[in-house]
């Protein structure tokens, strides 16, 4: 039988984007930029908190928005609207961000001027856990209707994130949804992980995110 080699593409992949998202990282340690990698599944409210996290940091800090999609500009055009300056990333059939595409980003939003920078990554809760895109920090947002099972079949997700945002708590009444539940799956996964219950609607827990968010920001620039 005639010898072929085998090459582990996937490991290999993964290390390289390991080495260019810890250059990023420094990088925007170096220019005192903070960039928060938010990620979760469709119809989360990832938009909506943006921009309610938008409105309660404005007055804080300069602020750059990234918009992840494989199409369309509709979330760009949102934030475009609150006068934040904003880029639309289109993936071209990607289902994630890895380091390069993210400084290509960084590179057309320019971080000049900019305290704060949300890449709101693409709608899925596979694809973006596995890529480091050179963050400061990573956030998931799990919306009340989605289920408390999550943690369970995304455990990847749940172990690489900082802070998870349990959004859409005004509709806790209508829904079969253990907080308690969620909150304990995590913590096994991720005994360090910051939760915080918010309704972006209404704008309930977004003081507490946005000040997770400033101290953040404060212990990155200093």
């Known amino acids: 039988m005639k010898e072929f080699k085998i090459l582990e593409i996937k490991e290999s992949i993964f290390e390289d984007n390991n080495k260019q998202a810890d250059l990023l990282r420094g990088e925007l340690k170096n220019n005192k930029t903070f960039l928060l990698n938010l990620m979760s599944a469709p119809g989360s409210g990832k938009t909506t908190t ?56 960084l590179e057309g939003l320019g971080t000049e001027n900019l305290d704060f920078i949300i890449l709101e990554n693409v ?23 989605e289920g408390d099972d999550k943690p369970l079949k995304y455990p990847l997700m749940f172990s690489i994130v900082d802070v998870l945002l ?39 827990g977004i003081d507490e995110w946005a000040n997770w968010i400033r101290a953040e920001v404060r212990n990155w620039q200093e």
């Not at 800090?61 to 934030?79: C, F, K, L, N």
């Open 50 to 105: 943006v921009l309610k996290t938008i409105e309660a940091l404005k007055n804080d800090m300069r602020i750059g928005v990234m918009e992840a999609d494989i199409d369309s500009d509709v979330d760009a055009y949102a934030v475009a609207q609150t006068g934040t300056k904003v880029i639309q990333l289109h993936t071209g059939g990607m289902c994630h961000l890895d380091a390069d595409m993210t400084k290509q980003g």
């Open 166 to 204: 349990i959004n859409k708590i005004d509709a806790l009444d209508y829904f079969d949804f253990d907080l308690e539940a969620v909150v304990e799956r995590a913590k096994k996964l991720n005994p360090n992980i910051k939760i915080i219950p918010i309704s972006a609607r209404t704008g309930e």
């Open 123 to 145: 709608g899925n809760l596979v694809c973006p856990a596995e890529f480091d895109t050179g963050a400061s920090k990573n956030a998931m947002i799990l919306s009340v209707p």
